[in-house]
């Protein structure tokens, strides 16, 4: 027993050390290692461009932001927004160009229209099921 117990200690330590060190370093205020550097035109279409790839999910990673995911996509995709803002797009052309380029599925927030019902109502329908279920089995053995 003793012998598992210092097994899943040495792993802690393994899981352990790696981020205590990461995050040492950030705490001495070394800046995390930027992905690209893109040179804007003005700090306002540098915080448009960051914003927009915050809001726009990776097609490979589909956990990550634009910003965060490392993936060839995400890069070709950061490079897109920053032309594209550059130009002096709107963001509305940003994310119409990339969701007609790869659907909705680039949005973290999609859109409340028809097809999308089951997923903005879908919660709320089973809140309101599992609520009236608990209700019946409540009032079922109140009676009984």
Do not use: H
């Not at 634009?66 to 940003?94: C, F, H």
């Not at 990339?98 to 109502?121: C, H, I, M, Q």
């Amino acid at each position: 027993m003793k012998r598992l117990s210092a097994c899943f200690g040495m792993m802690a330590m393994l899981i352990i050390l790696p981020l205590s060190a990461q995050q040492s370093s950030l705490s001495r205020g070394e800046p995390k290692p930027s992905v690209e550097i893109f040179e804007f035109n003005t700090l306002d279409k540098q915080n448009r461009a960051i914003n927009l790839a915050r809001q726009l999910r990776c097609p490979q990673c589909r956990n990550q932001n634009l910003m965060e995911s490392n993936s060839p996509i995400a890069k070709d995709l950061r490079l897109e927004v920053y032309l594209m803002v550059n130009e002096g797009q709107t963001d509305r052309q940003v994310i119409e160009f990339l969701t007609s380029r790869f659907g909705d599925v680039v949005l973290y927030n999609p859109k409340f229209e028809p097809r999308t019902y089951a997923l903005w109502l879908g919660p709320l329908f089973f809140i309101m099921l599992f609520g009236w279920l608990g209700y019946r089995k409540v009032t079922a053995s109140i009676v009984s």
